[in-house]
């Protein structure tokens, strides 16, 4: 089966979370929850010589749903199977077998997994399954004003040059395998080096 | 001490018989033991082999499943239950906020379910999608929101306290009615004033309809220019003699160097695609350049370099690389040649020979103070040699964008970076050439988009005051003349303002200057004795109404709306559900009251929205700009929503001017771009309104002696969440983008601050109290509040809602007459309670 | 870590069940407890009540609580699946043996249960570790995790144990004790010089977590509480609440540190 994949390029996001909100729409999302979240990067430094500017700071913006990891922590860790892989490599949690124990959420370092308060089960993104059998993109794939967001294969988008997998504040990919390509920004990697920190950790 | 269990268990008790059958004190009894250690082994023999079953154990586990789940998945199950009646193509609800942007609305129920946007197969730059914000995506939070007005209301209590008694329309039309002849009686119509409000570009919901009734009921009082654009609307005809300075957008792809100065297209959106243009410009090799006092979303998707600089100090910036480029001889002579005025004293027009011409400024020559980039490095805080080096750039890598955003301009003297910006275009060539941009209001050559073709008829009052200066209007009206306060068309105001009918406009108590004046000002029934506000929600704004109607949003009405500054799109807005309640069209309620006044055939001429929208398609759209638009009949029946003229060849502003400057003159006094301008000179106040650019200290500055006690700057720029003060109350706008101040670690650590602090901000026009938001993303001693969240006092008179214009200043601009409303100094302190 | 306050409880009551489990069969294992009397009967009995509670509070923490049942789909890939299924046997065992203690019975099932009670709180305890040992978040991916549910286990279960001993078994279980203390000492110092994961803010929480946990042995070990317990009731309810409060305070600590990777 191939790998399906989201590819985000970096270097043009805008942080608009115009995809946020496509699919809170398009899912009814309840509030609070949001499958798709985007992370405000800063850092570096600020630094003035005699009044001018001689030091700033960096930012960019990391928008991220759910990655269908290839080695998925979050399948093996549910212990009702509700989390499972579809046919198409989707990662896809059945509603009716979900007891909502949270547990599928802690195993997440994506943070992907969030609990629906109103349903008393676990959510997350499903790549807009019924969108993709009418031949459709995701919601967010198609909402990006930006267009840098797609939703294909991996070994499509992996072969494309300067991608990664794994940008910071975002873990090793080699722990999860996820679905995911980026366009690393410029300052992502100034990121591991510096003080980076994601600025609206509200989000989760 | 009592011993548990005061009963002993019959284990006890055997144990006691058995004990007693023993000889000594010996507690052991061997027997048990044996008897344990024999079942021991028997039944670890059983729950080993147990163990080594476990598989077997797992497949028992496989059927532990509710009936019927089988492996359904969310998307299958989504699927099944998702069934829309109808998907319609139709514009974004046509606020204010520089995009125009297409929808697909899904309708199951007479409800709204879902919004998606343009998904049209075609995507290139000539046509591209017309893709939504997030704005857009999150609509059904506000057109479904629990607060929607849903009936007209009377107020109750006092202006401004919010307590109002449900009426029925009949009664509203008639205080509406009897208050407006009254008013029109005892003053006359140009006591009466429909403020300036851009809630509504659909043609049927907005002030457009109340304009309509009013001019044909004697007329109101005039406005002229915006909140947007004052400065830089008023600036630009002085240099280029017309405000249509820029080129198709998609003439940005054969730029080499765009600069953005204090342009945020990527979050207020500036015209639909702006952004996306910009990327694909670089795609196409441009350097882009962002120069902004934040790190704003623009300034980190789009820019190759980013430039912080202190807030309304750009004008010294330009002068700077002015003085790089003319020293250097970067700059493009032969353009200055045929088609400039004023460039030096060679090029001066006839009598003011000796005046001070624009290079005279740049280099010192007559005020001694040569504008070097060391000498605009203090006042900017931008190194010297970036902006030398920019300067270069910009006058080299041709041809060059200078884009001028509009947070520069609306701020006090904000004339001079319009003025300033446009002319460092001019010298260095980049007029009139493709890729180029001649800066300025930038209005799309060649035919801009209407906006509001809903035809308002002829104002039978003549009188026409600033936008800005509305609150003067009311308090001192009488004295306003068309020298200090911009009158136009008359000499004097012969009223003050006594009667307010705001439509689809929260300027009253939100997005006007120093709220807490207008506060008081609207507060006494004696300055303006009647007030109606007509919205979707109870605005501060209504707040202070004595009449509040309820309008319905734009998808419950027939209208129509095209593009922004540029663009060559029209979109067919139709009806998609029903006005809830009782909600009206702007249209509607103005039709009705017509009735009223006697002039409704007049106003409708026959014409319910719908047919106003086949009118304006069919025989405005279609006559004036697009010929090849399809009628309306077929239009709405395509459900297409857009129609568009693709950009095959981008026009560029300026090109045959620049070929030849004699046969196609400027309208300006010379026929040229003046960069000395002598009907500037002619209003002879040097000191605000010079005739050369000039950077002037703000009159709130961090330079000034205010900054002791107010030593940070505030801006307030335009926020993704909101659309001005539209969308403050949608949870998803505002759950993404909430609320707070943002304010730098260097001036949050000495106030002990950290995000999620309570603060107040203040000065001595009022204080806000918010929570802040510590980033390095905006400059040591500017703080930022975005603009647009509803003024919320809280009984000790402090904004809960974070209302910039809590702090700003009623003082206007001196040319345009404006609103120099990112010109404030604050204080910042956390605030415990 | 959002609404943590049910786990912390159930794992500090599951665990400080599976210790009273240990502690009771080691002290009637080691014959040092004539017979079945009272205290290990009430022993048998708290330990059932605990596993309730705790039973009951995963149960409850659920989203869905009465698709329960089906947490027992994956045991042989998900430790969580594992340790509910361990939890359940293990709350059987100890329900049916607190039933036959409580009606007196001796048979064979009663000298197996403890046999099968032992293999199933081990079991628990294993798998309860590896849910917490997660690869994805980096400050419990460490050998502070299985030693911190190991030091609760022993100290929070043997001093509960120790609590429900008379006077006359005292010096049992002072020797228990006494053993249990020095392995408590032991694996606290390789907790706190063993390199626990992240940060010094880290290996301080560790220390306070290991510090809070040898509360309860400070409790029942001085001699002058082993006398007072004895000369009163409310004195042993007393201590009990300060053991409870101590390991409760320790496993608070634990999820303090929560850190996923993306934040």
């Not at chain 3, 027992?72 to 969580?80: A, E, F, R, V």
Request: proline fraction near 6%; aromatic fraction near 10%; hydrophobic fraction near 40%.
């Amino acid at each position: 089966m191939r790998r399906p994949a989201f590819y985000i390029d970096t270097t043009a996001c805008t942080g608009c979370k115009a995809c946020q909100a496509a699919c809170k729409d398009k899912n009814d999302l309840s509030p609070g929850l949001s499958w798709r979240k985007v992370n405000e990067i800063e850092g570096g430094n600020w630094n003035t010589t005699n009044g001018v500017v001689t030091e700033k700071p960096f930012g960019y913006y990391l928008s991220i749903s759910c990655n269908h990891c290839e080695n998925a922590p979050c399948i093996d860790a549910c212990p009702t199977t509700a989390l499972h892989r579809n046919h198409d490599g989707i990662v896809v949690i059945d509603p009716l077998l979900c007891m909502g124990c949270d547990y599928c959420q802690w195993t997440c370092p994506y943070g992907a997994l969030q609990i629906d308060p109103t349903r008393g089960i676990m959510t997350k993104c499903d790549a807009c399954i019924d969108y993709l059998y009418e031949g459709k993109n995701p919601a967010c794939v198609d909402a990006c004003p930006m267009r840098v967001l797609e939703f294909g294969y991996f070994d499509t988008f992996v072969a494309r040059k300067g991608t990664t997998s794994g940008i910071f504040p975002l873990p090793d990919p080699k722990l999860t395998s996820p679905g995911l390509v980026i366009k690393p920004h410029k300052d992502s990697s100034a990121a591991n080096e510096s003080n980076a920190m994601v600025n609206n950790t509200e989000i989760y | 001490m009592k011993e548990e269990g005061q009963f002993p268990s019959m284990q006890q008790k055997i144990n006691m018989e058995n004990k007693k059958s023993d000889s000594g004190g010996n507690t052991h009894d061997s027997k048990s033991q044996t008897v344990n250690r024999r079942n021991f082994v028997q039944w670890s023999t059983v729950i080993g082999g147990s163990l080594l079953a476990l598989p077997a154990f797992e497949a028992l586990a496989e059927p532990i499943r509710a009936e019927g789940t089988g492996r359904r998945a969310q998307g299958e199950l989504n699927k099944a239950d998702y069934q829309p009646d109808a998907i319609i193509r139709t514009a974004c609800p046509a606020h204010n906020c520089g995009g125009k942007c297409l929808l697909k609305v899904h309708v199951t129920g007479g409800v709204i379910t879902r919004i998606e946007t343009d998904d049209r197969p075609y995507d290139g730059v000539d046509d591209p999608q017309l893709r939504a914000c997030m704005r857009g995506r999150a609509y059904r939070k506000r057109q479904y929101h629990p607060d929607r007005l849903k009936y007209p209301l009377k107020r109750t209590g006092k202006r401004g306290e919010g307590k109002f008694e449900r009426i029925s329309w009949d009664e509203a039309y008639s205080i509406m009615y009897d208050r407006i002849t009254d008013i029109k009686n005892r003053y006359g119509n140009s006591a009466i004033y429909v403020p300036y409000g851009t809630g509504s570009y659909n043609n049927t919901n907005g002030r457009w309809p109340a304009a309509r009734l009013m001019n044909l009921i004697g007329g109101a009082l005039g406005y002229y220019n915006s909140y947007s654009w004052a400065c830089i609307n008023i600036a630009t005809p002085y240099v280029y003699g017309t405000l249509d300075t820029g080129n198709q957008r998609q003439d940005w792809l054969n730029s080499k160097y765009i600069i953005m100065w204090g342009w945020n297209p990527a979050e207020m959106k500036d015209g639909t695609n702006s952004d996306f243009f910009i990327k694909k410009a670089r795609e196409n090799g441009a350097k882009t350049v962002c120069i902004d006092p934040r790190l704003s979303m623009s300034a980190v998707a789009l820019a190759d370099e980013w430039i912080p600089i202190r807030p309304g100090t750009d004008t010294a910036m330009m002068s700077a690389m002015a003085y790089v480029i003319i020293t250097e001889n970067l700059t493009d002579d032969d353009f200055i040649k045929r088609c400039c005025s004023g460039f030096d004293k060679s090029q001066m027009p006839a009598g003011y020979e000796n005046e001070e011409s624009y290079s005279d400024h740049i280099l010192g020559t007559h005020d001694g103070v040569p504008k070097t980039p060391e000498w605009a490095e203090q006042i900017t805080s931008v190194p010297a040699e970036t902006i030398k080096r920019i300067a270069r750039e910009y006058a080299t890598s041709g041809p060059a964008v200078l884009y001028q955003g509009y947070g520069m301009q609306r701020r006090a003297y904000g004339e001079q970076v319009v003025i300033a910006g446009a002319i460092l275009a001019a010298i260095t060539g980049n007029v009139g050439i493709p890729g180029g941009w001649a800066s300025g209001l930038a209005n799309q050559v060649g035919g801009a988009p209407y906006w509001t073709v809903f035809p308002m008829g002829n104002n039978p009052v003549r009188a026409r005051i600033p936008v800005y200066l509305w609150t003067e209007a009311i308090v001192r009206g009488k004295e306003m003349t068309a020298e200090k306060e911009g009158v136009q068309g008359v000499d004097r105001l012969d009223n003050n303002i006594k009667l307010i009918w705001s439509v689809a406009s929260n300027i009253l108590m939100n997005q006007h200057s120093n709220v807490n004046r207008t506060a008081k000002i609207l507060k006494d029934e004696k300055l303006v004795e009647f007030i109606a506000v007509q919205d979707n929600f109870l605005t501060p704004s209504a707040m202070y109404a004595d009449l509040v109607l309820p309008a319905c949003t734009q998808f419950e009405v027939w209208g129509v709306t095209d593009g922004w500054k540029y663009g060559e799109e029209v979109m067919l807005m139709p009806q998609i559900v029903d006005p809830p309640f009782e909600t009206k069209s702007d249209y509607r309620i103005c039709a009705e009251l017509a009735e009223k006044f006697g002039v409704a055939d007049q106003f409708t001429e026959g014409r319910n929205e719908k047919e106003w929208t086949q009118w304006m398609i069919d025989e405005y759209y279609r006559r004036r700009r697009f010929p090849d638009m399809p009628v309306f009949r077929l239009f709405s029946a395509s459900n297409d929503g857009v129609y568009v003229k693709k950009v095959e060849k981008p026009l560029v502003a300026f090109e045959a001017f620049r070929k030849d400057p004699e046969g196609n003159p400027l309208r300006t006094p010379s026929g040229k771009v003046e960069l000395f301008s002598p009907r500037l000179h002619e209003m002879k106040n040097p000191a605000e309104i010079p005739a050369v650019p000039k950077y002037l200290q703000e009159w709130e500055s961090p330079f000034g002696p205010e900054v002791k006690k107010y030593p940070l700057q505030a801006v307030g720029h335009h926020y993704m969440s909101r659309v001005h003060s539209t969308h403050n109350n949608n949870p998803w706008t505002m759950e993404a983008f909430p609320q707070v101040v943002f304010i730098n670690p260097a001036d949050a650590e000495p106030r002990k601050l950290k995000s999620g602090d309570m603060v107040r901000i203040w000065n001595d026009r009022g204080t806000v109290a918010i929570p802040c938001r510590v980033t390095k993303r905006i400059m040591p001693g500017v703080v930022d509040i975005p603009q647009g969240a509803w003024f919320n006092p809280d009984s000790s008179g402090i904004d809960r809602g974070g209302c910039i214009n809590t702090l700003t200043s009623e003082k206007w601009t001196p040319l345009a007459k404006g609103n120099p409303q990112h010109t404030i100094m604050v204080q910042v302190e956390k605030f415990n309670k | 870590m959002h609404n943590y306050f049910s786990l912390l409880f159930f794992t500090f009551t599951s665990q400080a069940a599976i210790g009273v489990i240990l502690a009771h069969v080691v002290l009637s294992g080691t014959g040092s407890i004539p017979g079945d009397e009272d205290s290990m009967v009430r022993m048998r009995h708290l330990i059932t009540i605990m596993l309730i509670a705790s039973l009951a509070t995963a149960f409850l923490h659920l989203g869905k609580p009465f698709r329960a049942v089906y947490a027992l789909n994956n045991i042989m890939k998900s430790p969580l699946s594992m340790e509910i299924a361990s939890l359940s046997v293990l709350l059987a065992v100890s329900l049916a043996y607190s039933w036959f203690s409580h009606r007196g019975v001796i048979n064979y099932f009663t000298s197996t249960l403890p046999v099968l009670a032992v293999i199933a709180a081990i079991l628990l305890l294993l798998t309860m570790t590896a849910v917490y040992y997660l690869p994805s978040v980096p400050s419990w991916h460490t050998a502070r995790t299985p030693l911190a549910f190991v030091l609760t286990t022993i100290s929070a279960g043997t001093a509960i144990a120790a609590i429900m001993l008379k006077e006359s078994e005292v010096r049992q279980a002072s020797l228990l004790l006494a053993v249990s203390v020095s392995a408590a000492i032991l694996l606290a110092a390789v907790t706190l010089t063993a390199k626990m994961g992240t940060s010094t803010g880290r290996a301080i929480l560790t220390g306070l977590q290991t510090v809070t946990s040898l509360m309860a042995f400070v409790l029942i070990f001085s001699r002058f509480f082993l006398t007072e317990m004895n000369k009163s009731r409310h004195m042993t309810v007393i201590t009990g609440v300060l053991v409870l409060i101590s390991g409760i305070l320790a496993r608070w600590l634990f999820f303090l540190s929560y850190d996923n990777i993306i934040l």
